[in-house]
């Protein structure tokens, strides 16, 4: 057995709804992760949402990382999904995407669906190794860069429904809904 692997099986983690005390730190792994950050508003604009759902991996009482995302009547869409710096690479995310994944079923939602930014290699390959596939490019989907988007998915029976996508900016989208 590797050390690698040795490591995975040891780091079990607890993956519960992310409550309000976690935000602190929520806010501390996402602002180590992105050069562009949500800010807790962004979180919370989010988050008091019907549809939009926290999870966050916890280890020793500790917020080791954490994904927001949507349920949509076919799908579920990942919005923001990060890990701590010093827990990656030691299957906290796959642990967290393998729930969500669980999630679905065929009866109603068979397909997770996210936007990864062209730069974020790192990212690319963790979500092509849980089995998502890249499905189009959003030209300058990022408000703050200008930057390109990979649109990625994961079917529960495999199939290409990439013709079905709607493009919409991961934050901007959310700063109106309070007042709707």
Known sequence: MSTRQSQREALKVQIRWMIRRDMNEVLKIEQESFDFEWTEEDFLSCLRQRNCIGMVAEQDNHVVGFMIYELHKNRLHILNFAVGPAMRRLGVGAQMIEKLINKLSQQRRQEITLEVRETNLSAQLFFHQQGFRAMGVLRKHYEDSNEDAYVMQYRLDGHDTSDT????????????????
Do not use: P, T
């Not at 996508?165 to 709707?180: P, T």
């Open 165 to 180: 996508y709607v493009s919409v900016n991961r934050i901007s989208k959310y700063q109106n809904w309070s007042e709707a």
